[in-house]
């Protein structure tokens, strides 16, 4: 994965190296193959995001009631930014609600996340069955990613090279 996708945002002129939302969409599926197995570690509830905004929450529903979302801001050049609204569904928060800055990479925002649950855990957690739900945009993962591969190819005139 390109660490440095953010720096390619808003290039006007692009060329196959320049199309950063594959790398983005690759970095969103990484945050929630990890944080599934992070909360799955500690049995807390997980909800990946629908299509529209790139959000996870975690939480520990009729438990404690603590949750945390993580969201890839995009007005703040896609770095990772923290709501603690008791919700279970990351889909019913707006982005101005993620107001506690986490970090800028990846692995920051998982660091940040795990040592969120381990300081809110409680033995309760382990005595109901999870929820995990990956959620609409890793569902269609596969089709975004074929769709943005086909408009490069497009874009940049590479299907007439493979002719």
């Known amino acids: 994965m390109n660490n440095n996708w953010r720096d390619k945002i808003g290039n006007k002129k692009r060329t196959k190296d320049d199309y950063w939302e594959l790398d983005f969409y690759n970095e969103f599926m990484d945050l929630v193959d990890n944080c599934v197995a992070i909360t799955a570690k500690y049995n807390w509830n997980f909800w990946g995001s629908g299509s529209k905004n790139r959000s996870i929450t975690a939480s520990q529903w009729f438990r404690d009631g603590k949750s945390i979302s993580l969201l890839l801001k995009p007005t703040e ?39 969120y649950i381990i300081e809110n855990s409680n033995p309760l957690d382990y005595e109901n069955d999870r929820i995990c739900v990956e959620g609409k945009a890793y569902d269609d993962y596969y089709f975004r990613a074929k769709w943005i591969q086909d408009a490069m190819i497009e874009e940049l005139g590479l299907n007439k090279m493979r002719n």
């Not at 008791?86 to 040592?115: D, H, I, M, R, S």
Request: proline letters at 3%.
């Open 77 to 115: 050049n896609y770095h990772y930014y923290a709501c603690f609204e008791n919700v279970g569904n990351p889909n019913n928060l707006k982005n101005y609600q993620y107001t506690t800055f986490v970090g800028e990479t990846l692995e920051e925002a998982l660091k940040y996340l795990e040592n």
